[in-house]
Nanobody
């Protein structure tokens, strides 16, 4: 399984970005995908997660600002990020788990200036 992210960049506080991730390879069994992020000097943390049934969960810090969506057939997942804050600056990683193994994308950098 390979995960490829796109959509990162440099924005000002209050602006929006949309991240996208597409899975490829042996993806038939994927039933959930998500986004994590890692800021400099901090641990990687869950941002948002979505299951094939459409169930979602979010980190408290992004609730009401970020929205995760996915295509269960194409095995893609997007993260719409609104009202971005400088503390959202991080490398964002697409994630999935298949048959007990974790898969990660290479990450895409999001930088929010104040």
């Amino acid at each position: 399984v390979q995960l490829a992210e796109s959509g990162g960049g440099l924005v000002q506080a209050g602006e929006t970005l949309r991240l996208s991730c597409a899975a490829s390879g042996n993806i038939v069994g994927i039933n959930a995908m998500g986004w994590y992020r890692q800021a400099p000097g901090k641990q990687r943390e869950l941002v948002a997660h979505i299951t094939s049934a459409g169930s979602t969960n979010y980190a408290d810090s992004v609730k009401g600002r970020f929205t995760i969506s996915g295509d269960n057939v194409k095995k893609t997942v997007d993260l719409q990020m609104n009202s971005l804050k400088p503390e959202d600056t991080a490398v964002y990683y697409c994630y999935t788990r298949l048959f007990g193994r974790d898969y990660w994308g290479k990450g895409t950098l999001v930088t929010v200036s104040s």
